[in-house]
Structures are given as C-alpha cells and as structure tokens.
C-alpha cells in the first residue's frame, strides 16, 4: 500500500506488511505520546476534523495525535453546525474543506459516506466511522492492543482465539476487526451475538474463506472458556428504529468480575471499543472489572493516540522527519503510562 497521500477508508485496503508497517510507526510514536519528546513536524498543516455523529476518542485523539504532531485543528461537529444543514452535498462540501485542510477526518451515520466524501476531496480523507459499515482505525488500535497485550504473555497473534460479544450486526469497530483478522494465520473467532444481532454473513463467509475458524452463538458464558481476548460491544442504540427495540437487547450479554473469575482462563484480556453503556439497564461490561489488570480498555484508548499519529505520519509522509523536528519537554510530566 501506498500511504502518502492516500484515503484510509476500509481494513480492505491493507495487507499484513501495511499493518505491520502502521505498528512499526506507532512504536515510534511512543517519547512524544508519552510527553518524553515534543515534535513540530507538521507545523503549519492543519486537520479538518469533521464529526457528524457522537464521539469522544475517535473526534478527541484524532485531533491530539495531530496536535502531538505540531499541527492545528479545526472541527465541525453535528449537522446542525454545518452548511449540510441547509442542503449542501457532500461533494460540495469536500472540495470546500479540502482547500482550508491537509488532511481530514471524518465521522458520518450513512455507510459509505465517508468514501463518497474522500471521492471529492483534493487531500486524504481518514475514516472515523461511517454508520454500521467500517470504523478501521479503531480496528488498527485494536489489533495493536491485542498485539501487545499477547506480546506479554510471550505470543503473536496468529492462532489467537477471540470472542466478540454483542451487537455485532451494527457494531462497526467489530466489523473492521473481522476484517483485519483474515490477515493473520490460525485465528479463531467466537461471535456471541443475540440471533437478530448476528455478525453479517458476508463478513462470516469471507474470515473462513481466509482459513480463519468461526463459530456462532448466543450463549456468553460458554463462549468465553477458552479464548485469549474478549471484546464487548455495546448494543448501538442510535442504529435501531426505536429505543425500545434496542432495549430488547440491551443488558443481554454482562460480563463482571463473577462471571470472569469464574469461565475465563486466568489472564484473559478483556476489550472494548469503549463507549461502555454504564446505564443499569445495559453494563455490558461492568464497572466492577475496572481492577482487573486485564480489563485493557483504557490501554485500547492510549493506544488510539499512537496509531492515528502514526496513520498521519504515513499519510503525509513524515516518519523520517519526525525526530528531527523534535527536542525534550519544558514541563514536569506526571503522566503515569
Ligand atoms: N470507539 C469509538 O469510536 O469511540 P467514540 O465514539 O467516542 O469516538
């Protein structure tokens, strides 16, 4: 793959080197994520961050990882806030941004939107979700998790066995992940859904077309025995037709500290794309694994930093520059990593 100038709209873009390539800049990402080091490398480049849907990590890290780059950001979040409200096309909109930006990063709830976006636009467009369909940079923070809480326990990732649990017909970080996944040998993948919540057949059928062995189910508890990581979803309401049908669903599948004491293998890591639905209706993961030091959650989120300064990096090619653009911290870091 091509990084420098290119849109990163779908996991299909990418073979295992790409991959490999991200993690491997994201290694080197680490001093100025972790405040050791600053660099000025993209000073004068601006982000355009365009949010069309609820975020925090995805809208938030994209913007630091810029930041932590040296550029400045400029946003537009929600419709209402934006000329699409008064029936502006997405074309049109993207050749307007695309001039006052150099790199754009964009959330929708229409699949495809993103890409549609990226077909007008004059500079790279980076996916940060569009509907159910894709969200692949979070699938890339992911895996990079993965690869290091595996990395650990003294593994790699082929022949990982992961369960995803939830909503995984509309889940997209799920969708991406499955996607990912068929680059890697030896996998196993356990989907634990509710039977209308189903992973789509065209994403089952094309992990075991890549050898990847995949089982489904609607039982959590004995799904979870035997695999390396858990990965919850939350049940994404704002994709059903109405509250109440996703409160058919909703508080379905709860792992807690109970149930993993007592059906996980020890040291079983424990994932979520996060927003975690913390409702008492919901607690798909509940509060009381915040002391696990399995629960990875809130490394996932430290790790979006270092693979979305990475994907930039790439995109606007600048790896071999970065540490010549850098020098040490002025202020007391008390940040713990
Ligand atoms: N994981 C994720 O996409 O979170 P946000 O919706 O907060 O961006």
């Known amino acids: 793959m091509q990084f420098a ?10 073979q295992r080197h790409d991959v490999e390539r991200v993690f491997q800049v994201a290694d080197r990402m680490r001093p100025y994520a972790h405040r050791e080091r600053v660099t000025k490398v993209l000073d004068g480049a601006i982000l355009g961050a365009m949010f069309f849907e609820p975020s925090t990590r995805t809208r938030v890290s994209f913007g630091a990882a810029f930041n932590l780059l040296g550029g400045e950001v400029r ?5 209402e806030m934006s000329a699409i409200a008064k029936g502006e096309s997405l074309y049109d909109t993207a050749r307007v941004l695309s001039g006052y930006s150099d790199v754009i990063a964009m959330r929708h709830p229409q699949e495809g939107s993103v890409a549609e976006f990226a077909a007008a636009s004059r500079v790279p467009v980076l996916n940060g979700g569009d ?3 894709e969200h692949p940079t979070q699938a890339l923070l992911d895996l990079y998790t993965i690869r290091q809480e595996l990395a650990a326990r003294g593994r790699g990732i082929d022949q990982l066995r992961i369960a995803m649990v939830g909503d995984l017909r509309y889940g997209r970080t799920v969708h991406s ?5 068929c680059l890697f040998d030896g996998v196993q993948v356990m989907l634990v859904s ?3 919540l189903r992973m789509p057949e065209d994403i089952v059928e094309q992990m075991r077309a890549a050898g990847l062995q995949v089982e489904e189910s609607d039982a959590l508890e004995a799904s979870i025995r035997h695999v390396d990581i858990v990965y919850s979803t939350r049940i994404q309401e704002e994709r059903f037709a109405s509250r109440q049908e996703a409160d058919l669903y909703r508080g379905r599948f709860r792992l807690n500290q ?3 004491t007592e059906h996980c293998e020890p040291n079983t890591v424990i994932m979520h794309p996060l927003p975690r639905d913390s409702r008492a209706t919901a607690r798909e993961l509940d509060e009381d694994l915040n002391d696990n030091p399995n629960l990875a959650i809130f490394r996932q989120t ?6 979305r300064m990475a994907l930039f990096a790439l995109v606007l090619d600048v790896v071999e520059q970065v540490d010549r653009h850098a020098r040490d911290v002025n202020w007391y870091t008390a940040r713990r990593f």
């Open 5 to 14: 100038g290119s849109h990163i709209l779908s996991i299909a873009q990418f």
């Open 75 to 79: 946003e537009t979040t929600g419709f």
């Open 177 to 181: 992940l499955c996607k990912l996944l």
């Open 194 to 196: 509710p039977l209308e």
């Open 258 to 260: 109970a149930i993993y």
């Open 131 to 133: 509907g159910s369909n």
């Open 302 to 307: 430290d790790n979006g930093m270092l693979v």
